[in-house]
């Protein structure tokens, strides 16, 4: 398939073979995207056949900078960037301490500023409908939940805050910038966080009656990045099942 044909990308967080974030990759490659992927560490294995791995900390603003730069001169250009490196945790507000706190903005929301800001001067180069698709959470709207706490969920409502913000300043470049918000997915993350009786409970309370998987939330992030979203910026899609219905 070429829905993204001659397209370069980048996606954080795409270590782990069971994460939205190696799903993205493996679905923008197939869809002709030159891609690659950002993590703080990879598999003994490798990623697949021909995905770029680059060893990242997106905290570091440096690092972002010069990981994003050598990938645009390796591509010879830029089109894509899609953040999904995060960290979760389910620490209540009496037992968080301030460094916790921080440390989730420190990943989940100034990591995805600082990649942004490591790739715009890049996507501002692209004739290709440049695209920014961030990772949110169903945890935002909903003040964290099953596994995210404040903190999450706060860090979380910044990268959706901060989504919009971009899609505002950086239309008139023609960079869109968009955000899926996920619910429940099945992924390293929540890999046996739930017995089976509880993994039923809450199956009853979503309208579709199940889970998400990784691939459920690739194909969204994959229409966000393509030109068939051309005219979509500033959006948040909710890929949670019917979980958000109240």
Partial sequence: MTL?????????GGGHPAGIGQATARLLAEHGASVAVFDRSFPAAGLPAGQVAREVDVADPEACRA???????????????VNNAGIVAPTRIPDLTAAEFARMLEVNLIGTFNMTQAALPHLRESRLSPAIVNL???AAQRGG?????SHYAAAKGGVISFTKATARECGPSGIRANAVAPGIIE????EGKYDDE???AICETIPLGRFGSAEDVARVILFLASPLAAY??????DVNGGY???
């Fill in 67 to 81: 990981a994003v730069a050598e990938v645009a001169a390796r591509f010879g250009g830029l089109d894509i960037l």
């Fill in 145 to 149: 939940g099953l596994l995210g706490g």
């Fill in 187 to 190: 992924t390293g993350m929540t």
């Fill in 198 to 200: 509880r993994k039923r």
């Fill in 136 to 138: 949110g959470s169903i």
């Fill in 4 to 12: 993204l044909k001659d397209r370069r990308a980048i996606v954080t």
């Fill in 244 to 246: 958000h219905i109240h």
């Fill in 232 to 237: 979509v910026t500033g959006a948040v899609i």
